[in-house]
């Protein structure tokens, strides 16, 4: 199979999605890119690349966005699982909905995004599913409660269905960022949660950009086949 395959990235109208699909463009594959804002990915004007309005916590959404996509670039060969929320709060105040919506996103967003691709993958026996999660999957943080729920489960089906499709010549590579300078923090409804949280981040003379993460995916996709780069945690040099 080509490497320049078809490629498709969740959440790629702001920060780590949309700079790995720059740096995925700029490898040469065509694309196609999922968000809610089809504005923000229709400004990257991007070559060979399809963009769609789709929510990921709706399965037929991806699935006929991904057939549009397949039936004009041939099969996917990659799926960046990035699209994820960070509502951050305390578990007695915060309202109960906005942990819905971080489960729905982080977690069934991205098994949506995975049972639409993978049974083309073991059929084809070739395929790569990166799944971005978060320094918070492997380690807690105050406030950080239902959002480090989320990515520790990412990390822990990922793990699960990574050795289901090993022996399909499929990989499945986690991807857990420190602190990245994006949108993430934005969402959060508490103003107290975000000073804090900016104050922490000031300690950390540089935080990281969107590139250094999509710069390691570009890596760990570019290895050949036989070599699987299972996690990728990165995180800025000053972050404890
Ligand atoms: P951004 O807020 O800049 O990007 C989040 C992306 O997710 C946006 O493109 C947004 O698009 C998309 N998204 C959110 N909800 C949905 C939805 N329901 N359907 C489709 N797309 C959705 O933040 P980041 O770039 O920082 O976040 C990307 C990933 O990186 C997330 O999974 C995040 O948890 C993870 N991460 C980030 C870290 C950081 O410090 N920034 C650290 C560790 C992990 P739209 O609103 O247009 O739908």
């Known amino acids: 199979m080509s490497n320049k395959s078809l490629v498709v990235i969740t959440g790629a109208s702001s920060g ?14 065509p694309l196609l890119l999922l968000a809610r804002r089809l504005d923000r990915l229709e400004a990257l004007k991007l070559p ?18 991904v057939a549009k996509a397949e039936k004009q670039y041939g ?17 007695d105040t915060q309202d109960p909905k906005q942990w819905e919506q971080m489960i729905q996103v982080n977690m069934m967003g991205v ?16 395929g790569t599913i990166m799944n971005v999660s978060s320094v918070a999957g492997r380690k807690t943080f105050p406030n950080h409660a239902v959002y480090c729920g989320t990515k520790f489960g990412v990390h822990a089906f990922t793990e699960q269905i990574r050795e289901e499709a090993s022996s399909y010549n499929v990989r499945f590579i986690n991807i857990a960022p420190g602190v990245v300078e994006t949108e993430l923090l934005s969402h959060t409804t508490s103003k107290e949660i975000v000073s804090d949280y900016q104050d922490w981040k000031k300690q950390m003379a540089e935080p990281l950009v969107s590139e250094d993460i999509a710069n390691s995916m570009i890596f760990a996709y570019q290895q050949p086949q036989r070599v699987c780069i299972r996690e990728i945690l990165i995180c800025p040099t000053k972050q404890e």
């Open 75 to 91: 099969p996917v060969d990659c799926l960046v699982n990035n699209a994820g929320v960070m509502l951050l709060g305390l578990c």
């Open 48 to 65: 060979n690349t399809i963009c769609e309005k789709v929510d990921v916590t709706d399965l037929d959404q991806i699935k006929s966005a």
């Open 16 to 29: 780590i999605g949309e700079a790995a699909a720059r740096s995925f463009s700029q490898a040469g594959h």
């Open 111 to 126: 098994l949506n995004g995975i049972h639409v691709v993978l049974a083309g993958m073991k059929e084809r026996r070739h």
